[in-house]
């Protein structure tokens, strides 16, 4: 009975120290927060929405280089043409225009015009003295030779002219091809347009000075054969016309 208790005892002492072991030592598990889930369905979600969010940023980005690029030309279009031929254009008419103002005796004024033929082209009057028909007719003459030499003065003037304009249409032409926008070509356009219509006042004034020179010289004929009618008509009235004498050819010596 001894036996069989003494080891009981040695059994539950060893079945106790075994236990302790068990009982002390800590027992090591994984947190919950610390174990990594791969979602496939979230991530391919996650790099749609990226993807999305870098399509509107190059949207927006090509959409500021549209607005800048049309901000650029709109500039472009508003700037002003870097020449101008105005002063030129206007000093060439100036000059034709000082010209025509110039004109000698008969001057490009109606009621001159008017005073003159009224005096020194209409008929010959049969009051008038012989030496006044011959003033009348030196001044005639001197209005046909004036408007000649205004006439030659203007064409000169217009000659000289052609290079000036040639340089000019050069210049714009060239300021029109390379034209940046649409408001330096239409004021290239509108230079061109003015040099043009100095070109054709120049061809007007040579036009006009032509016809005043031409009317002057038939207007002086006409009135250079009123006035021959008149002196023959003179020269034919008994008594106070031709008188008949004795002529003496040679000087007799004694």
Known sequence: ?????????????A??????????????TTPAYAIIVFDPSNYAQNVLQAARALQQINQQITSLQNEAQMLINQARNLASLPISSLQQIQQSVQK???????????AYDVQAIDKAFQTK????????????LVQDARSRWQNTVGGLQDAMKVQATVVGNIDTNR?????????????????????????????QAQQL???????????????LSDAERAAAAEQGREQRRRFLTPGAGYQPGNAQMFHSGN
């Not at 079945?15 to 090591?28: D, E, G």
């Open 1 to 13: 009975m001894i036996r069989i208790r003494s080891r009981s005892r040695v059994a539950l002492v």
């Open 96 to 106: 034709t225009q000082q010209l025509l103002n110039q004109a000698q005796n008969i």
């Open 167 to 195: 340089t000019e249409m050069s210049r714009l032409v060239g300021a029109s091809q390379g034209a940046t926008g649409a408001l330096q070509a239409a004021q290239a356009g509108n230079q061109l347009l003015a040099l």
């Open 15 to 28: 079945a106790s120290m075994l236990s302790v072991p068990l009982a002390l030592s800590p027992i090591v």
């Open 201 to 215: 006042a120049d061809l007007t004034a040579v036009v006009a000075a032509n016809g005043r020179a031409q009317a």
């Open 121 to 132: 082209y209409g008929n010959a009057s049969m009051s008038v003295s012989d030496q006044q």
